[in-house]
């Protein structure tokens, strides 16, 4: 029975070295990053006549009537 504890005693040391004590804190400012969406000014999503086209859908057209 001692044996028992003994492994019982070991295999907690075990645990302790490798999970006994908690990472530092990371502070909230560290985990986020202010960053410009686009660093020329431009706006990503405008509007381009030209190139529109290529995301006009219509079933008519998909079933070639």
């Not at 990472?23 to 986020?32: A, K, S």
């Not at 006549?49 to 998909?62: H, M, T, V």
Request: aromatic letters at 10%.
């Amino acid at each position: 029975m001692n044996k028992g504890l003994t492994t019982e005693a070991a295999e907690a040391a075990v645990r302790h070295a490798r999970f006994g004590k908690l990472p530092e804190r990371i502070r909230f400012d560290d985990m986020t990053e202010a960053v410009e969406a686009d660093p020329a000014g431009r706006a990503n999503g405008s509007y381009d006549p030209e190139g529109s086209w290529k995301f006009y859908s219509c079933l008519a057209l998909d079933l070639g009537l």
